[in-house]
């Protein structure tokens, strides 16, 4: 976009993208930094947003553990989903993230095909061109999928209360508790991150996505929680 | 509705559905009528709604054909479900009807689990009450399912462009289009209504729901047309 247009080089938000100015981008919030990803593809197809997305997967690195962000997937994660879909289970990802940009990957990385993941949206229109139709993404904020809007598009994309359900921040307690409001054998898992040595160690105060009020009413609603640091044999695969 | 308040008989468009006034609602239009389905299941729950509808399913007859609403479905649209899945295929139904009064009946009588449903849908919200989280409907539209909104959904809940598609009505010929509108093989259907005999006869003139546009570029397209008269051996099972 920067190359189309420099003028916006000095302009915020993408000024602190540019410069990596992290002070910044943090205090953008959750829903502040989903809304310029969605800014930045504005227009694109689909398929085109779904190719550049699987390219950027097959080479970003993460900063900190300095392994491809697709080798930093939890181990046990991928054992308790293979555990479910061995019972029976149809397993979902819903995130607060970009729905195709975790769609590019997710089939890869965790066996989930892309109509099971709920994710923040964009809105997108209709595009006949050429005699060819496309889905184009609008720059615009379609569902912010974080907290009461989780159990919303749960609603919306799966149109029935979900049995099982692991989160691990507060953006995940509502669908916490909209699993355990209901007859039946119902389970709800949250994970804390307490291990500063083989991961990170963070919950009441990290701003950007605080695990606070699940954690306090946790024992008062039934759910589980899982201290990565005791409970984790091991974090991930190639630890 | 009109026993917690009588002065509604006399406001439109209930007091048309109330009269059985069926010029008045057929003038409402498929949106107006999609848009007084919702307010008229205001309030309700995602899990009371399908209760109600599920009862409703239960004994509804189809005023022609005198049998249950559930039995009035076409045997080679089973066929080819069952087909389509014998090959490894994932079915959905994407309907201009509401989402949720499908979901209630697809499973049954279509073997399409309700997360394989998409549809126009109402607005809903979260509510905890009494330490019970449920999504409660609010009497708006959110999305009303028909023509290009159809591919938008495709896009959202799916999140990839299918193989295959069959249709019947102009409000299929979008996504028709969408499907048809990608490299390697793909393949459009759209059924004909031209069975006075067995079922019903209409298509350009049906002003509710016409099949005029689909038509006239069918062809063009490459979308094949299946004539219920002369490809149809058995409607339906009852038959």
């Known amino acids: 976009m920067v190359i189309k247009d420099p003028a916006m080089k000095e302009k915020q938000p993408y000024k602190a993208f540019l410069e990596r100015d992290i002070k910044t981008i943090h205090d953008l919030g959750k829903k502040g930094i989903i809304e310029f990803v969605f800014k930045a593809h504005e227009a694109e197809t689909q398929e085109d947003f779904n190719t550049i997305t699987t390219n950027w997967f097959s080479k970003a690195m993460h900063p900190y553990f300095k392994k491809l962000c697709t080798e930093c997937i939890y181990k046990p994660q991928l054992e308790l989903l293979d555990y479910l879909r061995a019972n029976g289970f149809k397993t979902y990802i819903v995130t607060g993230g970009g729905i195709e940009f975790v769609r590019a990957v997710a089939e890869k990385v965790y066996g989930i095909p892309p109509e ?12 006949l061109k050429e005699k060819k139709v496309d889905v184009c993404r609008i720059g615009e904020l379609n569902s912010f999928d974080d907290r009461e809007e989780k159990v919303v598009n749960i609603s919306l994309h799966i149109g029935r209360r979900p049995l099982f359900v692991f989160g691990n921040s507060d953006g995940d307690l509502r669908m916490m508790q909209y699993v355990l409001s209901a007859e039946g054998p119902r389970m709800a898992m949250l994970l804390h991150h307490d291990d500063a040595q083989r991961e990170f160690a963070y919950d009441r105060d990290f701003k950007l996505s605080p695990l606070n009020d699940a954690l306090t009413v946790a024992n008062d609603w039934g759910i589980l929680i899982v201290s990565m640091k005791n409970d984790w044999n091991k974090v991930f695969a190639f630890d």
């Open 116 to 127: 099971q993941v709920i994710g923040s949206s964009s809105k997108t229109k209709f595009r």
